[in-house]
């Protein structure tokens, strides 16, 4: 008998596979066990729900919370979504381009802007540009500022996602539009866009929930009662109550928007590998 | 042979250091269907699309119905309307349905108003015997079915040239017979047809004219009962043997002087 067969039979001695495999998950239920009542042990139970679970608190919030808060984060994101995906189609075309220096325009706009942290760009979009360029007005006051900052921010990275999307498209469909007449422009906006949007709208969506949580970064502009968002509202109410439930709250109703998206970008994910022709 | 509708001029095509054509002087004229056979990496199918200029030649002259398309200012998306393309692979438009797939492009190129690219379509549809389904997309229909389609969405563009890219390499052998058919249709009507093809029993019958290419050259041209029944080259009589009966073919050397098998 070779050494590979007595490694192939199951050993008559000790533990067997299956055995072990039995031992080694129980172990880890167990550590999951016991983590989890050393927290509820440990936390003082009274305090937390103190501090975060105030129903007087949250009622108060309400309905500001919905009415101007959640609409204002939804307004701040869908507008620089939409700032975002013009510029980052614009500069996805120029970055497959054949000339030159608007693809060497377009590769520096997304490694700086893609390099850059969010916060930085509010800053500079809402206190930079108003003080170097008085005259500058930024349509909608601070609903503009935002779909601007986010706009930028976001569209270094549609522009990749977008660039791959449209390479994802076989060549044959290119040659197809052109062999029956159609000019390259005409072909990319009539052909290969619209099949492009297609590949591209799951990583389209993940994009969209990541702007839901950057336009928190409002709370750096100073805006006003009316223009808050959920972040900002939750801080300042946190701040006169001394209380955490408006954290709370504003967190749950972010998760109202982001949670639903994420499953429908799973949904669109398993749709599309199914009509993979 | 009245005015020729295809005439190729000493046409050279190289991809980097891959001579794939070396010199081809080929004429076809109006109403005639040459099917062009060789084996892979000949550059027969770089031959085909260097007549609708998808392949850009690297010297020599393409004239299509009178016009020289290798004029760098000639306006190549009006010369394209008039020659009409079928691919190996269909190439559908998958986001849209049979009927939007025929009606598109004559909208979109030709500017032609919703029902009368409608009716267009209809009709086109019916010359290949698929009227029912005008509303299917190109993901639920067989191989054989997707490119009758293609022939009819060239077709729906009034071509005054058709080529064909081996149309039926890609279909399951059974799917082969459709595709033949409408094509043997389309030539009895009269229509001038480009053919890279491997159907020897297609060319003999329906071609007017069998073009051997092999190493990027023509090395012979004649009637199909001549050049697929008689050759008169050794080339020819090796590719032909090899062809109609792979099982009996032996294992060979590869010859250095073989061109490369980029061929698409």
Not at chain 1, 19 to 35: C, D, E, I, T
Not at chain 1, 237 to 259: F, Q, R, W
Not at chain 2, 97 to 121: H, W
Request: proline share 5%.
């Amino acid at each position: 008998m070779t050494e590979t067969d007595t490694q192939i039979q199951p050993r008559k001695t000790g533990l067997t596979r299956r055995q072990k495999r039995r031992l080694s998950r129980g172990a880890q239920y167990a550590v999951f066990v016991a983590a989890v009542a050393a927290f509820a042990a440990s936390a003082d139970w009274g305090r937390l729900k103190n501090q975060f679970a105030q129903a007087h608190i949250a009622e108060q919030m309400f309905p500001d919370v919905i009415t101007v808060a959640l609409k204002n984060t939804v307004l701040y994101t869908v507008s620089g979504f939409v700032v975002g995906l013009a510029l980052g189609m614009l500069i996805a075309l120029m970055r497959l381009s054949s000339v030159g220096p608007y693809r060497w325009v377009a590769g520096i706009y997304i490694e700086i802007f893609r390099g850059l942290p969010a916060l930085l760009i509010f800053i500079f979009v809402g206190v930079g540009v108003p003080l170097a360029f008085p005259d500058i007005q930024y349509p909608g006051g601070t609903y503009g500022k935002v779909a601007v900052a986010l706009g930028l921010v976001s569209a270094a990275y549609m522009a990749e996602t977008i660039r791959a999307g449209i390479q994802a498209v076989p060549k044959g469909q290119m040659e197809a539009a052109r062999s029956l007449g159609f000019s390259p422009t005409r072909a990319m906006v009539s052909i290969i866009i619209p099949q492009a949007f297609r590949i591209i709208l799951p990583p389209l969506t993940n994009e969209l929930v990541l702007l839901f949580k950057d336009s928190s970064l409002v709370l750096f502009l100073g805006v006003t009662l009316e223009e808050r968002e959920l972040s900002k509202f939750g801080n300042d109410l946190a701040s006169t109550t001394a209380n955490s439930t408006p954290i709370l709250v504003a967190g749950l109703c972010y998760l109202l928007i982001t949670v639903p998206l994420g499953f429908v970008v799973r949904r669109m994910e398993s749709d599309s590998k199914e009509a993979i022709r | 042979m009245s005015r020729p509708e295809i005439r190729v001029q000493d046409l050279h095509k190289s991809f980097g250091d891959n001579h794939v054509l070396r010199g081809i002087d080929l004429e076809i004229g109006q109403g005639e269907v040459v099917c062009v056979i060789g084996p892979s990496g000949s550059g027969k199918s770089t031959l085909l699309r260097c007549v609708n200029l998808l392949e850009e030649p690297t010297k020599g002259q393409v004239f299509v119905g009178g016009t020289e398309i290798t004029d760098p200012d000639v306006d190549i998306d009006a010369v394209r309307r008039r020659i009409g393309m079928v691919f190996q692979q269909f190439n559908l438009f998958p986001h849209l349905n049979v009927t939007e797939n025929l009606t598109l492009p004559q909208r979109r190129v030709l500017r032609r108003d919703k029902a009368e690219a409608a009716k267009i379509a209809a009709e086109n549809l019916a010359r290949v015997g698929l009227s029912e389904k005008a509303d299917a997309y190109p993901s639920s229909l067989s191989g054989g079915q997707q490119q009758r389609v293609a022939i009819a969405r060239a077709l729906a563009m009034g071509p005054e040239v058709m080529l064909f890219d081996e149309p039926t390499s890609a279909l399951d052998p059974e799917l082969v017979g459709d595709v033949l058919a409408v094509m043997r249709r389309l030539a009895t009507e009269g229509m001038t047809m480009m053919v890279v093809t491997h159907e020897m029993t297609f060319a003999r019958e329906v071609a007017d004219r069998v073009v051997f290419m092999d190493g990027g050259v023509i090395v012979e041209e004649g009637s199909p009962d001549q050049v697929i029944g008689s050759p008169r080259h050794e080339r020819t009589r090796h590719f032909l043997s090899r062809l109609l009966d792979p099982a009996m073919a032996e294992v060979e050397e590869e010859t250095s002087d073989q061109v490369g098998k980029s061929e698409s």
